[in-house]
């Protein structure tokens, strides 16, 4: 990578509170006063601190703080940053005109603005991963290809192939003999699948995921309208820059046309998301793409002790492929990080816990500390042992709230008032009425198509006697809500609810819990003026926890953290537990079936294992209960997870949990073979 000169400004003065505790490089990023910027740096060095630290400082330097865009994996790693950037900000109050949140949410921002040149209308609603199958699958069945003698592609792998090429920036040739190479011999069937579906969104007025980021790429490639849309911005910064996609790269390119300078920070040994698309080439590429880039490098950790960062390097050293240095620590010595053998699955829930409540006592918070795992249902016996001690806890990560059946109705009817042409909201809905199938579905839509897609039409629907009291109880509710666009969302979810809530009863099981759900939505909602930005955020940033859905905590509150490695990206508590360490769960039996895959998760225990500062366990298993599919399940006896090579296990300090060496004989099925085989041969 070139390096350049960099030219500060030294306008701040020198003990800033922005600039106050950071070492020079960091400063250096920071006041950096011209051109691109690019930060490379391994884990806890400071790099979101640093991305902070800019925005107060470009803030207290005169740049508006509305034509500040800050990037970031969710919406609550943005929140977290601009409360950091306030903390320390002269001006109280400008963060908050910050531009931030993730690229989907900003794109959906972006085009409600430039919905016109894009082809779209304002009012365009988003469809979640659900539905964009859904609508491949009928598209699929209306031009015969489910009937193909050799089987088409399942509409879920449709979806994950034109995502691939939206999303990698490849064509259907590449993506196929890539990635999926069972269906190479389908391209030309694909591509007029894929037109059908582009058509029919664009009809309809709705856009997929990808769509977002495809719409806002495509909008920049008019040079006009690049100066324009990169012109709001003075400033763009992303954090997590590893884990963007080509698409997203493209992005940024086309908005630093438009005036703005791009600030990248991220940590190649932490790209954690190529199953997205993401592509750490982006990253490594930066200064190619945006010529005269001023790279910086960190290699001061922060977070750590020197123990665990002895052990996180020689973790991380065994990678093929990295960029990113080694780095050091002047945090100093402690615990050495223990590396847990444990007999049973339930020894490593009492290890766990037994851990956790001593560090309690010590004074360290519950919050202040996390148990990562691979798979959200990893953690299902240790949730079931939390439950049983009574200690509270919030689960991060593997909570598909968009995917539960009731948010998905709810959010339905909130789409069909916003865009009444969005087809997949009205089928869910009208299926959810008594009496009514898809075929009654389908005219009832033909109907209210023929009457301008107002709503209230559906009262005049000829309908069979037993669907009529729904519908005309539908066409009213729908009706009223989509004339009065006054009426605050939150009441608009409760007459939804007040509709909803019999055909709840009927639908689901547990439709008690589900009802509070849908209290909790619409509670969630009075912090809304626009239905559209509701609808907006819960679907492109949804709750990510079990608290965040169930609303604000007390302030005393205090619960353990329990995360998916995923959705740890970025955070950092006094004491992690990694738990269960074993082949097959770390690395994923589902993702070792390529170097470029088992590589992938190497850097994953490496982000799991760098978001330690104090106390560091690794726990495995030797034998846990493994749920195949819904009706076979059993034990496994499980090895310690390859990534523990000797030169890792060399820094740590090994220990056993429930094990006095000697086998339980009542729990082994060791010799279950030569009895059973004895008794059968008796009759052989
Ligand atoms: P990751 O790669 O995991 O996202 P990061 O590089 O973004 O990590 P930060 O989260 O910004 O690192 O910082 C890690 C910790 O180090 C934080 O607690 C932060 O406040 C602290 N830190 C960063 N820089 C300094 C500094 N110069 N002096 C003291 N503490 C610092
Ligand atoms: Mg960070």
């Given at each position: 990578?070139?390096?350049?000169?960099?030219?500060?400004?030294?306008?701040?003065?020198?003990?800033?509170?922005?600039?106050?505790?950071?070492?020079?490089?960091?400063?250096?990023?920071?006041?950096?006063?011209?051109?691109?910027?690019?930060?490379?740096?391994?884990?806890?060095?400071?790099?979101?601190?640093?991305?902070?630290?800019?925005?107060?400082?470009?803030?207290?330097?005169?740049?508006?703080?509305?034509?500040?865009?800050?990037?970031?994996?969710?919406?609550?790693?943005?929140?977290?940053?601009?409360?950091?950037?306030?903390?320390?900000?002269?001006?109280?109050?400008?963060?908050?005109?910050?531009?931030?949140?993730?690229?989907?949410?900003?794109?959906?921002?972006?085009?409600?603005?430039?919905?016109?040149?894009?082809?779209?209308?304002?009012?365009?609603?988003?469809?979640?991963?659900?539905?964009?199958?859904?609508?491949?699958?009928?598209?699929?069945?209306?031009?015969?290809?489910?009937?193909?003698?050799?089987?088409?592609?399942?509409?879920?792998?449709?979806?994950?192939?034109?995502?691939?090429?939206?999303?990698?920036?490849?064509?259907?040739?590449?993506?196929?003999?890539?990635?999926?190479?069972?269906?190479?011999?389908?391209?030309?069937?694909?591509?007029?699948?894929?037109?059908?579906?582009?058509?029919?969104?664009?009809?309809?007025?709705?856009?997929?995921?990808?769509?977002?980021?495809?719409?806002?790429?495509?909008?920049?490639?008019?040079?006009?309208?690049?100066?324009?849309?990169?012109?709001?911005?003075?400033?763009?910064?992303?954090?997590?820059?590893?884990?963007?996609?080509?698409?997203?790269?493209?992005?940024?390119?086309?908005?630093?046309?438009?005036?703005?300078?791009?600030?990248?920070?991220?940590?190649?040994?932490?790209?954690?998301?190529?199953?997205?698309?993401?592509?750490?080439?982006?990253?490594?590429?930066?200064?190619?793409?945006?010529?005269?880039?001023?790279?910086?490098?960190?290699?001061?950790?922060?977070?750590?002790?020197?123990?665990?960062?002895?052990?996180?390097?020689?973790?991380?050293?065994?990678?093929?492929?990295?960029?990113?240095?080694?780095?050091?620590?002047?945090?100093?010595?402690?615990?050495?990080?223990?590396?847990?053998?444990c007999?049973e699955e339930s020894d490593q829930d009492r290890f766990i816990v037994e851990?956790?409540?001593?560090?309690?006592?010590?004074?360290?918070?519950?919050?202040?500390?996390?148990?990562?795992?691979?798979?959200?249902?990893?953690s299902?016996s240790l949730e079931l042992e939390l439950?049983r001690r009574?200690?509270?806890?919030?689960?991060?990560?593997?909570?598909?709230?968009?995917?539960?059946?009731?948010?998905?109705?709810?959010?339905?009817?909130?789409?069909?008032?916003?865009?009444?042409?969005?087809?997949?909201?009205?089928?869910?809905?009208?299926?959810?009425?008594?009496?009514?199938?898809?075929?009654?579905?389908?005219?009832?839509?033909?109907?209210?198509?023929?009457?301008?897609?107002?709503?209230?039409?559906?009262?005049?629907?000829?309908?069979?006697?037993?669907?009529?009291?729904?519908?005309?109880?539908?066409?009213?509710?729908?009706?009223?809500?989509?004339?009065?666009?006054?009426?605050?969302?939150?009441?608009?979810?409760?007459?939804?609810?007040?509709?909803?809530?019999?055909?709840?009863?009927?639908?689901?099981?547990?439709?008690?819990?589900?009802?509070?759900?849908?209290?909790?939505?619409?509670?969630?909602?009075?912090?809304?003026?626009?239905?559209?930005?509701?609808?907006?955020?819960?679907?492109?940033?949804?709750?990510?926890?079990?608290?965040?859905?169930?609303?604000?905590?007390?302030?005393?509150?205090?619960?353990?953290?329990?995360?998916?490695?995923?959705?740890?990206?970025?955070?950092?508590?006094?004491?992690?537990?990694?738990m269960?360490?074993?082949?097959?769960?770390?690395?994923?039996?589902?993702?070792?079936?390529?170097?470029?895959?088992?590589?992938?998760?190497?850097?994953?225990?490496?982000?799991?294992?760098?978001?330690?500062?104090?106390?560091?366990?690794?726990e495995?298993p030797?034998?846990?209960?493994?749920?195949?599919?819904?009706?076979?399940?059993?034990?496994?006896?499980?090895?310690?997870?390859?990534?523990?090579?000797?030169?890792?296990?060399?820094?740590?300090?090994?220990?056993?949990s429930?094990?006095?060496?000697?086998?339980?004989?009542?729990?082994?099925?060791?010799?279950?073979?030569?009895?059973?085989?004895?008794?059968?041969?008796?009759?052989?």
């Amino acid at each position: 990578m070139a390096q350049k000169k960099t030219t500060t400004d030294h306008t701040a003065p020198q003990t800033a509170p922005w600039l106050l505790d950071l070492n020079p490089e960091q400063r250096q990023a920071v006041t950096h006063a011209a051109g691109h910027l690019l930060v490379v740096a391994g884990a806890g060095s400071g790099k979101t601190r640093t991305l902070a630290s800019r925005v107060a400082h470009l803030i207290a330097n005169g740049t508006d703080p509305g034509r500040i865009l800050l990037l970031t994996f969710t919406r609550r790693a943005a929140q977290e940053m601009l409360k950091r950037a306030e903390a320390c900000s002269p001006a109280p109050g400008a963060a908050s005109r910050v531009w931030g949140g993730t690229f989907h949410a900003t794109a959906n921002r972006l085009l409600r603005v430039y919905a016109k040149p894009a082809g779209l209308s304002a009012d365009f609603t988003v469809m979640d991963q659900g539905d964009a199958e859904d609508q491949l699958n009928v598209l699929r069945q209306e031009q015969g290809l489910h009937a193909k003698e050799k089987r088409f592609p399942r509409k879920s792998t449709c979806l994950a192939v034109y995502s691939r090429c939206v999303n990698g920036t490849e064509d259907i040739a590449e993506v196929l003999r890539r990635h999926f190479p069972w269906c190479a011999n389908w391209s030309k069937e694909l591509k007029i699948l894929f037109q059908a579906y582009v058509t029919r969104k664009q009809e309809r007025n709705v856009l997929d995921y990808d769509d977002l980021l495809l719409y806002w790429a495509e909008l920049l490639t008019d040079s006009t309208l690049a100066r324009d849309i990169g012109g709001r911005f003075d400033h763009i910064l992303v954090d997590e820059y590893q884990d963007t996609n080509s698409l997203q790269a493209r992005i940024l390119g086309g908005m630093a046309t438009g005036g703005a300078r791009i600030m990248a920070v991220g940590d190649d040994a932490q790209s954690i998301y190529s199953f997205r698309a993401a592509n750490v080439r982006n990253m490594l590429d930066f200064p190619k793409q945006f010529p005269g880039t001023t790279v910086v490098t960190l290699s001061q950790n922060y977070r750590s002790i020197t123990p665990i960062l002895a052990t996180t390097n020689a973790l991380i050293g065994q990678a093929q492929e990295r960029f990113t240095k080694d780095l050091w620590s002047t945090r100093g010595d402690g615990q050495k990080p223990l590396l847990v053998t444990c007999k049973e699955e339930s020894d490593q829930d009492r290890f766990i816990v037994e851990r956790v409540l001593a560090h309690r006592e010590e004074g360290i918070p519950l919050r202040e500390q996390a148990v990562l795992f691979r798979a959200a249902h990893h953690s299902a016996s240790l949730e079931l042992e939390l439950a049983r001690r009574n200690i509270p806890y919030h689960k991060y990560g593997g909570l598909r709230f968009l995917e539960f059946g009731h948010i998905k109705d709810l959010i339905a009817f909130l789409r069909i008032v916003e865009n009444p042409r969005d087809d997949m909201a009205w089928f869910r809905v009208l299926q959810l009425l008594p009496g009514v199938g898809p075929g009654i579905a389908a005219r009832a839509l033909r109907h209210v198509t023929e009457a301008n897609r107002d709503p209230a039409a559906l009262a005049t629907f000829t309908a069979p006697a037993s669907a009529v009291p729904a519908l005309q109880g539908l066409a009213l509710l729908l009706g009223e809500i989509y004339r009065t666009p006054a009426l605050p969302p939150a009441t608009q979810v409760e007459r939804i609810r007040t509709f909803y809530d019999p055909l709840l009863k009927e639908r689901y099981e547990n439709a008690g819990a589900r009802a509070r759900d849908l209290q909790t939505l619409e509670q969630l909602a009075t912090g809304y003026r626009s239905r559209r930005n509701f609808l907006s955020d819960l679907q492109l940033d949804p709750p990510t926890s079990t608290s965040e859905l169930a609303g604000v905590p007390l302030l005393d509150e205090d619960w353990l953290v329990l995360s998916t490695i995923h959705s740890a990206k970025g955070c950092e508590w006094d004491v992690v537990h990694v738990m269960h360490a074993s082949d097959g769960c770390l690395p994923s039996d589902m993702a070792t079936g390529s170097p470029a895959e088992i590589e992938e998760e190497l850097r994953l225990t490496y982000v799991a294992m760098t978001r330690a500062r104090n106390f560091l366990y690794v726990e495995w298993p030797m034998r846990y209960y493994h749920t195949w599919h819904r009706h076979t399940d059993r034990h496994i006896y499980a090895q310690l997870s390859r990534f523990f090579s000797d030169a890792v296990r060399g820094t740590m300090q090994e220990a056993q949990s429930g094990a006095d060496g000697s086998e339980d004989p009542a729990a082994s099925d060791a010799t279950a073979r030569p009895i059973a085989d004895r008794i059968r041969s008796r009759w052989a």
